[in-house]
């Protein structure tokens, strides 16, 4: 199986896809089923955040850390959860310019409120890598 799909159960087009389904498809079978329409990645709201401070969240399962994140004037500072300390450092976080989905759902996890979802790929050993972005766009702007 491929890194960085260890953890995959969704529906996709209507077809669920759950780990026994990636380990059988190749990922260009995959991607098949994982064609969506432009309004179905507009409904995705993402967008630049730039973070403000991060903590290890000591309740944690996982090693992760607590984020804060400014997207400008109009959205605010969001919160989020993210399991990325092999890579970064609390201190090399704080002024990252980042991508983040806004339009999920709250969650706690591990009793701190993950009000956005920042995005990232895995890298060759299977770590987080962020997406990031070059120059310096407004805070809060939208991806597309």
């Not at 450092?89 to 990252?96: A, D, I, M, T, Y």
């Given at each position: 199986m491929?890194?960085?799909?260890?953890?995959?159960?969704?529906?996709i087009?209507?077809?669920?896809?759950?780990?026994?389904?990636?380990?059988?498809?190749?990922?260009?079978?995959?991607?098949k089923?994982?064609?969506i329409t432009?309004?179905?990645?507009?409904?995705?709201?993402?967008?630049?955040?730039?973070?403000?401070?991060?903590?290890i969240?000591e309740?944690?399962?996982?090693?992760?850390y607590?984020?804060?994140?400014?997207?400008?004037?109009?959205?605010?500072?969001?919160q989020?959860?993210?399991?990325?300390?092999?890579l970064y450092?609390?201190?090399?976080?704080?002024?990252?310019l980042i991508?983040?989905?806004?339009n999920?759902?709250?969650?706690?996890?591990?009793g701190?409120?993950?009000?956005?979802?920042?995005?990232?790929?895995?890298?060759?050993?299977?770590?987080?890598v962020?997406?990031?972005?070059d120059d310096?766009?407004?805070?809060?702007g939208?991806?597309?």
């Open positions: 491929k890194k960085g799909f260890n953890k995959i159960n969704c529906s087009a209507g077809i669920k896809l759950n780990r026994k389904a990636i380990d059988k498809l190749e990922w260009a079978e995959v991607l089923v994982a064609t432009y309004e179905q990645f507009d409904a995705v709201d993402m967008r630049v955040g730039k973070i403000l401070k991060a903590e969240n309740k944690a399962r996982k090693p992760a607590k984020l804060w994140i400014d997207f400008g004037d109009e959205i605010g500072v969001k989020s959860s993210a399991q990325i300390t092999k450092s609390p201190s090399s976080l704080e002024g990252k991508i983040a989905v806004l999920f759902p709250p969650k706690t996890v591990a701190f409120k993950s009000e956005v979802l920042v995005l990232g790929v895995p890298n060759k050993d299977g770590d987080v962020l997406l990031s972005v310096d766009p407004p805070l809060g939208r991806v597309f």
